[in-house]
């Protein structure tokens, strides 16, 4: 089974979602981006509501999605911390 860390930024959104406090979950994954040395202004930051895994306590799970603003692909390793793909 996988491991999941409890600060990665797609545990912390979907608390908030599931909190009440989504409007402040872009801001969360602007911070993010900082410190990964990413300029936020760079990217469309969207968010969508899906089915949460089978097993999982949750009804509802948030992806969060990237899109450049200039139309590059967004970098790989990216991707894979921002869904916490080890």
């Known amino acids: 089974m996988a491991q999941h860390n409890p600060h990665s930024i797609q545990l912390q959104i979907n608390r908030m979602y599931e909190s009440g406090q989504s409007l402040f ?21 969207i968010f969508n509501r899906q089915p949460a895994p089978v097993g999982s306590r949750a ?28």
Do not use: H, S
Not at 26 to 31: A, L
Not at 78 to 83: C, E, F, G, K, S
């Open 59 to 86: 009804v509802m799970a948030i992806a969060i999605e990237l899109q450049r603003q200039d139309g590059q692909p967004v970098d790989e390793w990216l991707l894979a911390q921002l869904n916490d793909i080890q």
């Open 25 to 45: 979950a872009k801001t969360k994954v602007e911070d993010w981006l900082k410190q990964r040395n990413e300029n936020p202004a760079d990217y469309n930051i």
